[in-house]
């Protein structure tokens, strides 16, 4: 029904959708949880969650018994091909960006500062880098080497990569509501700004599932792009977390490459991977 034969050759522990549910409620109720109770802690604290996915696609496969196998999957599967899809997908990743900045200002939504870059946009947990790319491992391991991989076996891509990107998107949703409402945050649209940065994660997935799906479900190139997007979005489209200007200046919701123009571009790149998946 899915990519059954893609397995074929790979040591991936098998799933059942039961323990897809299971991961998908685990991380999402954890997550809403995780933002409540903490939600006078720091933002660098509140990212922690970025871990979730993958602690409880851990966590599944030492109650069935296959941990060994999952960890032997993540640390033996990847080949020469994470390399070079770690490469194309982080160019991509950065030209996609390159698109927002020029298209918000051919159309008059952003402008670019004249005053020097500085990293005031990248997020604190983010500006060390090593720190940074463990976090982004700690997303990718639990979406792209577990979640998306367990719901081809069961799913069409197509239906496996709305499902993710769903998913995806909802597991942001807390943290957006708590600082789009955060008296700090002077966001102006606050449900726009939580609606676009869903729908971004919702289309840039494909991107991200279409990467893992060429280099086997390797952890690596999904995880550098992530890393790479959470160092070069904000500083020059600014953070739509925390309503912090990047190079160019304009309403985070509209130009930010998690925001509308973002959903934009992606959203001509997924319809591009779903051609090309059918």
Not at 6 to 13: A, I, M, N, Q, R
Not at 169 to 175: A, D, E, M, R
Not at 237 to 257: A, F, R
């Amino acid at each position: 029904m899915g990519l059954i034969a893609t397995f074929d050759s790979l040591v991936f522990p098998s799933v059942s959708i039961i323990d897809l549910y299971s991961h998908v409620f685990l991380t999402l109720f954890t997550t809403g949880l995780w933002v409540f109770v903490y939600r006078h802690r720091s933002f660098t604290f509140l990212a922690l969650a970025m871990f979730f996915p993958s602690i409880f696609a851990i966590t599944i496969h030492i109650y069935h018994g296959s941990f060994i196998r999952f960890i032997s999957f993540l640390i033996l599967n990847p080949q020469w091909s994470t390399l070079h899809w770690s490469i194309i997908g982080s160019l991509i990743s950065t030209l996609s960006i390159i698109i927002c900045c020029l298209m918000n200002y051919m159309i008059g939504w952003g402008q670019f500062c004249s005053k020097q870059l500085t990293l005031l946009s990248v997020h604190q947990h983010n500006r060390n880098l090593i720190y940074g790319w463990l976090r982004a491992l700690g997303e990718e391991i639990g979406w792209r080497s577990y979640l998306l991989p367990g719901l081809l076996i069961h799913f069409y891509p197509i239906v496996a990569l709305n499902i993710s990107g769903f998913v995806w998107g909802l597991y942001h949703v807390p943290v957006m509501i708590l600082l789009c409402y955060h008296p700090q945050s002077k966001v102006q649209y606050p449900i726009r700004t939580i609606t676009v940065q869903f729908l971004s994660c919702w289309v840039s997935a494909f991107f991200y599932g279409w990467i893992a799906i060429q280099c086997r479900f390797s952890m690596i190139p999904p995880a550098t792009i992530h890393f790479i997007w959470n160092q070069i979005n904000p500083l020059l489209l600014g953070s739509i977390y925390t309503n912090t200007p990047g190079w160019m200046n304009g309403e985070q919701w509209k130009i930010n490459g998690e925001g509308f123009m973002g959903c934009i571009v992606y959203f001509i790149l997924a319809t591009i991977i779903t051609i090309q998946l059918r």
